[in-house]
Protein backbone atom coordinates (compact mmCIF):
# COMPACT_ATOMS: atom_id res chain seq x y z
CA UNK A 1 0.00 0.00 0.00
CA UNK A 2 1.23 3.35 -1.03
CA UNK A 3 1.89 5.56 1.85
CA UNK A 4 1.10 9.64 2.50
CA UNK A 5 3.18 11.99 4.97
CA UNK A 6 0.10 13.41 7.02
CA UNK A 7 0.75 16.87 6.95
CA UNK A 8 4.29 18.44 6.55
CA UNK A 9 5.21 17.14 10.12
CA UNK A 10 3.71 13.93 10.91
CA UNK A 11 3.87 10.20 10.02
CA UNK A 12 4.07 8.45 6.62
CA UNK A 13 0.64 6.64 6.91
CA UNK A 14 -1.44 4.32 4.88
CA UNK A 15 -3.39 6.04 1.88
CA UNK A 16 -6.22 5.12 3.05
CA UNK A 17 -7.21 4.76 6.38
CA UNK A 18 -9.91 2.43 8.39
CA UNK A 19 -12.18 4.26 10.88
CA UNK A 20 -13.39 1.93 13.44
CA UNK A 21 -16.74 3.97 14.48
CA UNK A 22 -19.41 1.50 12.90
CA UNK A 23 -17.84 -1.15 14.61
CA UNK A 24 -19.29 -0.01 17.80
CA UNK A 25 -22.03 2.36 17.83
CA UNK A 26 -23.91 4.98 15.55
CA UNK A 27 -25.03 2.55 12.77
CA UNK A 28 -27.07 -0.45 14.28
CA UNK A 29 -26.53 -3.64 14.86
CA UNK A 30 -22.48 -4.68 15.24
CA UNK A 31 -20.72 -7.77 15.00
CA UNK A 32 -17.42 -8.09 16.99
CA UNK A 33 -16.21 -11.28 15.00
CA UNK A 34 -16.65 -9.74 12.02
CA UNK A 35 -15.41 -6.24 12.96
CA UNK A 36 -11.95 -7.53 14.43
CA UNK A 37 -11.80 -9.81 10.89
CA UNK A 38 -12.23 -6.31 9.02
CA UNK A 39 -9.13 -4.67 11.29
CA UNK A 40 -7.44 -7.66 10.61
CA UNK A 41 -7.75 -7.82 6.80
CA UNK A 42 -7.10 -4.40 7.08
CA UNK A 43 -3.90 -4.33 8.47
CA UNK A 44 -2.81 -7.30 6.26
CA UNK A 45 -3.95 -5.00 3.41
CA UNK A 46 -1.38 -2.35 4.39
CA UNK A 47 -3.59 -0.17 6.07
CA UNK A 48 -1.85 1.87 9.07
CA UNK A 49 -3.94 4.25 10.30
CA UNK A 50 -6.39 2.99 12.52
CA UNK A 51 -9.29 5.95 13.72
CA UNK A 52 -11.57 5.63 16.94
CA UNK A 53 -13.22 7.65 19.49
CA UNK A 54 -13.11 7.20 23.02
CA UNK A 55 -17.13 8.01 22.80
CA UNK A 56 -17.47 5.32 20.11
CA UNK A 57 -19.75 2.66 22.37
CA UNK A 58 -18.33 4.90 25.20
CA UNK A 59 -15.10 2.76 25.34
CA UNK A 60 -15.88 -0.26 23.58
CA UNK A 61 -14.46 0.86 20.12
CA UNK A 62 -11.09 1.48 21.96
CA UNK A 63 -11.03 -2.10 23.64
CA UNK A 64 -12.44 -3.84 20.19
CA UNK A 65 -9.12 -2.23 18.76
CA UNK A 66 -6.37 -3.40 21.71
CA UNK A 67 -8.23 -6.54 21.16
CA UNK A 68 -7.54 -6.56 17.15
CA UNK A 69 -4.49 -5.51 17.82
CA UNK A 70 -3.63 -8.08 20.29
CA UNK A 71 -4.29 -11.13 18.35
CA UNK A 72 -2.67 -9.36 14.87
CA UNK A 73 0.78 -10.65 13.60
CA UNK A 74 3.41 -8.80 15.68
CA UNK A 75 4.48 -6.84 12.10
CA UNK A 76 1.49 -5.66 11.50
CA UNK A 77 0.54 -4.63 15.24
CA UNK A 78 3.91 -2.76 15.14
CA UNK A 79 2.85 -0.74 11.73
CA UNK A 80 -0.51 0.51 13.11
CA UNK A 81 -1.20 3.78 13.99
CA UNK A 82 -3.90 5.16 16.37
CA UNK A 83 -5.97 8.17 16.00
CA UNK A 84 -7.88 9.09 18.96
CA UNK A 85 -10.88 11.79 19.50
CA UNK A 86 -12.22 12.63 23.14
CA UNK A 87 -14.30 15.36 24.29
CA UNK A 88 -17.43 13.86 23.79
CA UNK A 89 -19.61 12.46 27.41
CA UNK A 90 -22.23 10.21 27.41
CA UNK A 91 -24.52 8.70 30.26
CA UNK A 92 -24.69 4.72 30.51
CA UNK A 93 -27.60 4.68 28.28
CA UNK A 94 -25.31 5.75 25.28
CA UNK A 95 -27.12 9.59 24.64
CA UNK A 96 -24.41 12.51 24.44
CA UNK A 97 -24.71 14.56 27.51
CA UNK A 98 -21.94 17.32 27.23
CA UNK A 99 -18.72 18.02 25.62
CA UNK A 100 -15.14 18.85 27.62
CA UNK A 101 -11.94 19.87 25.85
CA UNK A 102 -10.56 21.51 29.19
CA UNK A 103 -6.60 20.84 30.26
CA UNK A 104 -7.74 18.79 32.78
CA UNK A 105 -10.61 16.80 30.75
CA UNK A 106 -7.97 16.12 28.29
CA UNK A 107 -5.56 14.56 30.30
CA UNK A 108 -8.14 12.42 32.15
CA UNK A 109 -9.36 10.84 28.42
CA UNK A 110 -6.26 9.86 27.58
CA UNK A 111 -5.56 8.05 31.07
CA UNK A 112 -8.65 6.34 30.37
CA UNK A 113 -7.56 5.73 26.49
CA UNK A 114 -4.43 4.67 27.05
CA UNK A 115 -5.38 1.66 29.31
CA UNK A 116 -8.33 0.49 26.89
CA UNK A 117 -6.02 0.44 24.08
CA UNK A 118 -3.39 -1.02 26.27
CA UNK A 119 -0.57 1.19 24.81
CA UNK A 120 2.23 3.42 26.06
CA UNK A 121 1.50 6.25 23.51
CA UNK A 122 -1.31 7.44 21.36
CA UNK A 123 -0.19 8.22 17.80
CA UNK A 124 -2.44 10.88 16.99
CA UNK A 125 -4.70 12.50 19.63
CA UNK A 126 -7.32 15.39 18.87
CA UNK A 127 -10.63 16.83 20.36
CA UNK A 128 -13.85 16.14 18.40
CA UNK A 129 -15.26 19.34 18.32
CA UNK A 130 -14.38 22.72 19.70
CA UNK A 131 -15.61 22.79 23.27
CA UNK A 132 -16.67 26.59 23.16
CA UNK A 133 -16.15 27.28 26.47
CA UNK A 134 -12.68 26.49 26.41
CA UNK A 135 -9.79 28.48 24.14
CA UNK A 136 -8.56 26.03 21.62
CA UNK A 137 -5.10 26.89 22.70
CA UNK A 138 -5.40 25.84 26.25
CA UNK A 139 -7.15 22.14 24.70
CA UNK A 140 -3.60 22.04 22.32
CA UNK A 141 -1.37 23.14 24.89
CA UNK A 142 -2.61 20.40 27.19
CA UNK A 143 -2.54 18.07 24.13
CA UNK A 144 1.36 19.43 23.70
CA UNK A 145 2.43 18.68 27.23
CA UNK A 146 0.71 15.06 27.00
CA UNK A 147 3.46 15.21 23.37
CA UNK A 148 5.96 16.33 25.87
CA UNK A 149 5.49 13.21 28.68
CA UNK A 150 5.09 10.65 25.76
CA UNK A 151 1.78 9.79 26.03
CA UNK A 152 0.72 11.14 22.78
CA UNK A 153 3.24 11.59 19.48
CA UNK A 154 0.99 14.24 17.34
CA UNK A 155 -1.67 16.81 17.46
CA UNK A 156 -4.72 16.10 15.18
CA UNK A 157 -8.21 18.90 14.97
CA UNK A 158 -11.62 17.70 13.86
CA UNK A 159 -14.48 19.85 12.10
CA UNK A 160 -13.04 23.24 13.20
CA UNK A 161 -12.45 26.38 10.68
CA UNK A 162 -10.15 28.43 9.37
CA UNK A 163 -9.68 30.87 12.03
CA UNK A 164 -9.14 27.90 14.97
CA UNK A 165 -6.99 26.35 12.73
CA UNK A 166 -4.31 28.94 12.69
CA UNK A 167 -4.92 29.38 16.58
CA UNK A 168 -4.45 26.41 16.81
CA UNK A 169 -1.02 25.71 14.92
CA UNK A 170 0.48 28.71 16.44
CA UNK A 171 -0.05 26.98 19.71
CA UNK A 172 1.77 23.82 18.45
CA UNK A 173 2.17 21.91 15.32
CA UNK A 174 -0.41 20.38 14.08
CA UNK A 175 -0.74 17.31 11.80
CA UNK A 176 -4.15 16.31 10.30
CA UNK A 177 -7.57 17.80 10.59
CA UNK A 178 -10.42 15.44 10.67
CA UNK A 179 -13.62 16.72 8.63
CA UNK A 180 -16.04 15.13 6.38
CA UNK A 181 -15.46 15.62 2.79
CA UNK A 182 -17.60 13.42 -0.07
CA UNK A 183 -18.97 14.51 -3.37
CA UNK A 184 -21.90 15.48 -1.23
CA UNK A 185 -20.06 17.34 1.52
CA UNK A 186 -17.38 20.20 0.03
CA UNK A 187 -18.14 22.63 2.44
CA UNK A 188 -14.32 22.23 3.62
CA UNK A 189 -12.96 23.55 -0.12
CA UNK A 190 -13.64 27.04 0.40
CA UNK A 191 -11.55 28.35 3.35
CA UNK A 192 -10.19 25.33 5.27
CA UNK A 193 -8.61 23.31 2.90
CA UNK A 194 -6.45 26.71 1.73
CA UNK A 195 -5.86 27.07 4.96
CA UNK A 196 -4.69 23.73 6.15
CA UNK A 197 -2.58 23.45 2.77
CA UNK A 198 -0.86 26.57 3.55
CA UNK A 199 0.05 25.62 6.94
CA UNK A 200 1.06 21.84 5.76
CA UNK A 201 -1.88 20.44 7.80
CA UNK A 202 -3.13 17.27 6.49
CA UNK A 203 -6.84 15.88 6.06
CA UNK A 204 -8.41 12.57 6.94
CA UNK A 205 -11.30 12.35 5.54
CA UNK A 206 -14.37 10.77 6.72
CA UNK A 207 -18.03 10.21 5.50
CA UNK A 208 -16.78 9.74 2.09
CA UNK A 209 -19.53 7.56 1.60
CA UNK A 210 -21.87 9.75 3.02
CA UNK A 211 -22.00 6.90 5.96
CA UNK A 212 -23.03 4.89 3.17
CA UNK A 213 -25.44 7.16 1.29
CA UNK A 214 -23.60 7.10 -1.60
CA UNK A 215 -22.01 3.87 -1.33
CA UNK A 216 -24.50 2.50 -4.08
CA UNK A 217 -25.65 0.09 -1.10
CA UNK A 218 -28.09 2.02 0.80
CA UNK A 219 -31.67 1.71 -0.50
CA UNK A 220 -34.76 3.73 -0.06
CA UNK A 221 -36.78 0.88 1.67
CA UNK A 222 -34.17 0.37 4.12
CA UNK A 223 -35.09 0.52 7.74
CA UNK A 224 -32.99 2.10 10.33
CA UNK A 225 -33.49 1.36 13.94
CA UNK A 226 -33.64 4.15 16.55
CA UNK A 227 -29.82 3.57 17.82
CA UNK A 228 -28.63 4.46 13.79
CA UNK A 229 -27.43 7.80 13.78
CA UNK A 230 -28.62 7.94 9.98
CA UNK A 231 -31.87 7.59 11.28
CA UNK A 232 -31.99 11.36 12.51
CA UNK A 233 -29.68 12.55 9.47
CA UNK A 234 -31.55 15.07 7.43
CA UNK A 235 -30.07 13.43 4.16
CA UNK A 236 -32.05 10.68 4.70
CA UNK A 237 -35.10 11.27 5.45
CA UNK A 238 -38.28 11.37 3.04
CA UNK A 239 -37.43 13.39 -0.07
CA UNK A 240 -33.85 14.14 0.82
CA UNK A 241 -33.27 10.67 0.56
CA UNK A 242 -34.75 10.31 -2.85
CA UNK A 243 -32.90 13.16 -4.16
CA UNK A 244 -29.78 11.93 -2.58
CA UNK A 245 -30.21 8.77 -4.18
CA UNK A 246 -30.88 10.09 -7.37
CA UNK A 247 -27.38 11.87 -7.52
CA UNK A 248 -26.16 8.23 -6.56
CA UNK A 249 -28.22 6.68 -9.65
CA UNK A 250 -26.32 9.36 -11.53
CA UNK A 251 -23.16 8.38 -10.47
CA UNK A 252 -23.66 4.56 -10.79
CA UNK A 253 -23.52 5.27 -14.53
CA UNK A 254 -20.20 6.55 -14.86
CA UNK A 255 -19.24 3.74 -12.12
CA UNK A 256 -20.60 1.15 -15.07
CA UNK A 257 -18.96 2.81 -17.75
CA UNK A 258 -15.33 2.37 -15.79
CA UNK A 259 -16.40 -1.03 -14.81
CA UNK A 260 -15.95 -0.30 -11.08
CA UNK A 261 -18.68 0.42 -7.90
CA UNK A 262 -20.46 3.74 -6.91
CA UNK A 263 -18.48 3.24 -3.67
CA UNK A 264 -14.69 3.29 -5.60
CA UNK A 265 -15.60 5.77 -7.56
CA UNK A 266 -16.59 7.80 -4.28
CA UNK A 267 -13.79 7.11 -2.35
CA UNK A 268 -11.35 7.61 -5.57
CA UNK A 269 -12.93 11.10 -6.55
CA UNK A 270 -11.98 11.98 -2.48
CA UNK A 271 -8.01 10.65 -2.77
CA UNK A 272 -8.44 12.59 -6.17
CA UNK A 273 -8.52 15.67 -4.25
CA UNK A 274 -4.95 15.99 -3.37
CA UNK A 275 -2.16 13.99 -1.56
CA UNK A 276 -2.75 16.08 1.72
CA UNK A 277 -6.12 13.66 1.87
CA UNK A 278 -6.26 10.28 3.39
CA UNK A 279 -9.80 8.55 3.11
CA UNK A 280 -10.74 7.08 6.12
CA UNK A 281 -13.14 4.32 5.12
CA UNK A 282 -15.71 3.03 7.58
CA UNK A 283 -15.63 -0.37 6.48
CA UNK A 284 -17.13 -2.60 9.37
CA UNK A 285 -17.37 -6.22 6.92
CA UNK A 286 -14.46 -7.88 5.14
CA UNK A 287 -16.11 -7.24 2.01
CA UNK A 288 -16.54 -4.09 2.19
CA UNK A 289 -13.14 -3.21 3.11
CA UNK A 290 -12.10 -5.07 -0.35
CA UNK A 291 -14.31 -2.98 -2.10
CA UNK A 292 -13.01 0.56 -0.09
CA UNK A 293 -9.69 -0.74 -0.62
CA UNK A 294 -10.39 -1.51 -4.90
CA UNK A 295 -10.92 2.67 -5.02
CA UNK A 296 -6.97 2.65 -4.90
CA UNK A 297 -6.72 1.46 -8.47
CA UNK A 298 -9.46 3.59 -9.90
CA UNK A 299 -7.62 6.31 -11.74
CA UNK A 300 -9.92 8.93 -12.39
CA UNK A 301 -8.55 11.15 -15.85
CA UNK A 302 -10.35 15.07 -16.54
CA UNK A 303 -13.14 13.43 -18.53
CA UNK A 304 -14.03 10.93 -15.57
CA UNK A 305 -13.42 13.96 -12.98
CA UNK A 306 -15.71 16.14 -15.88
CA UNK A 307 -18.76 13.72 -16.09
CA UNK A 308 -18.76 12.96 -12.07
CA UNK A 309 -19.01 17.08 -11.80
CA UNK A 310 -21.28 17.25 -13.83
CA UNK A 311 -24.20 14.23 -12.03
CA UNK A 312 -23.07 15.17 -8.76
CA UNK A 313 -22.05 19.16 -8.87
CA UNK A 314 -20.88 20.72 -5.77
CA UNK A 315 -24.25 21.64 -3.20
CA UNK A 316 -26.11 18.72 -4.77
CA UNK A 317 -27.28 16.74 -2.32
CA UNK A 318 -30.33 17.69 -0.25
CA UNK A 319 -30.29 18.10 3.19
CA UNK A 320 -27.45 18.86 6.51
CA UNK A 321 -24.96 16.71 7.11
CA UNK A 322 -25.67 16.65 10.68
CA UNK A 323 -29.41 17.45 12.60
CA UNK A 324 -29.71 21.16 13.20
CA UNK A 325 -27.88 20.55 17.18
CA UNK A 326 -25.10 19.39 15.75
CA UNK A 327 -24.53 21.37 12.78
CA UNK A 328 -24.91 24.64 15.82
CA UNK A 329 -21.61 22.41 17.33
CA UNK A 330 -19.74 22.63 14.22
CA UNK A 331 -17.00 25.16 14.25
CA UNK A 332 -16.17 24.07 10.31
CA UNK A 333 -19.58 25.18 9.52
CA UNK A 334 -19.20 29.15 10.67
N1 LIG B 1 -14.26 13.56 13.22
C1 LIG B 1 -15.54 13.30 13.17
O1 LIG B 1 -16.38 14.14 13.55
C2 LIG B 1 -16.01 11.98 12.62
C3 LIG B 1 -17.38 11.79 12.40
C4 LIG B 1 -17.78 10.58 11.88
C5 LIG B 1 -16.85 9.59 11.58
N2 LIG B 1 -15.53 9.80 11.82
C6 LIG B 1 -14.53 8.75 11.54
O2 LIG B 1 -14.52 8.46 10.16
C7 LIG B 1 -14.75 7.06 9.95
C8 LIG B 1 -15.50 6.87 8.65
O3 LIG B 1 -16.75 7.58 8.74
P1 LIG B 1 -18.11 6.94 8.30
O4 LIG B 1 -18.20 5.57 8.87
O5 LIG B 1 -19.21 7.86 8.55
O6 LIG B 1 -17.86 6.90 6.75
P2 LIG B 1 -18.33 6.28 5.45
O7 LIG B 1 -17.19 5.46 4.96
O8 LIG B 1 -18.87 7.39 4.66
O9 LIG B 1 -19.58 5.35 5.77
C9 LIG B 1 -19.43 4.08 6.28
C10 LIG B 1 -20.69 3.27 6.04
O10 LIG B 1 -20.88 3.12 4.62
C11 LIG B 1 -21.41 1.85 4.31
N3 LIG B 1 -20.67 1.23 3.21
C12 LIG B 1 -21.21 0.69 2.10
N4 LIG B 1 -20.25 0.23 1.27
C13 LIG B 1 -19.08 0.46 1.86
C14 LIG B 1 -17.74 0.20 1.50
N5 LIG B 1 -17.42 -0.39 0.37
N6 LIG B 1 -16.77 0.56 2.35
C15 LIG B 1 -17.08 1.18 3.51
N7 LIG B 1 -18.34 1.45 3.92
C16 LIG B 1 -19.34 1.10 3.09
C17 LIG B 1 -21.29 1.04 5.58
O11 LIG B 1 -22.59 0.87 6.09
P3 LIG B 1 -23.19 -0.56 6.21
O12 LIG B 1 -22.17 -1.33 7.00
O13 LIG B 1 -24.45 -0.33 6.93
O14 LIG B 1 -23.33 -1.04 4.78
C18 LIG B 1 -20.52 1.86 6.57
O15 LIG B 1 -21.03 1.73 7.86
C19 LIG B 1 -15.49 6.61 11.20
O16 LIG B 1 -15.35 5.22 11.40
C20 LIG B 1 -14.83 7.44 12.26
O17 LIG B 1 -13.61 6.82 12.64
C21 LIG B 1 -15.11 11.00 12.31
Keep these: MRTLKLGSSGPEVSEVG ?30 TLLDTGDFYGQGHNELLINEALRTAPAARREQALISVKFGGQRDPAGAFVGYDASPAAVKNFAAYSLQRLGVDHIDVYRPARLDPKVPVEETVGAIAELVEAGFVRYIGLSEVGAETIRRAAATAPIVDLQIEYS ?3 RSVEEAILPTTRELGIGITAYGVLSRGLISGHFTRDRKLDARDFRA ?36 AWVASRGDDIVPLVGARRRDRLTE ?43
Design 292 to 334: ALGARDVTLDDFDLAAIERAVPAGAAAGDRYQPSEMAHLDSER
Design 18 to 47: LGCMGMSSMYGDTDRDESIATIHAALEAGV
Design 232 to 267: RVPRFQGENLRHNLGLVEALRKIAEQKGVTVAQIAI
Design 183 to 185: LIS
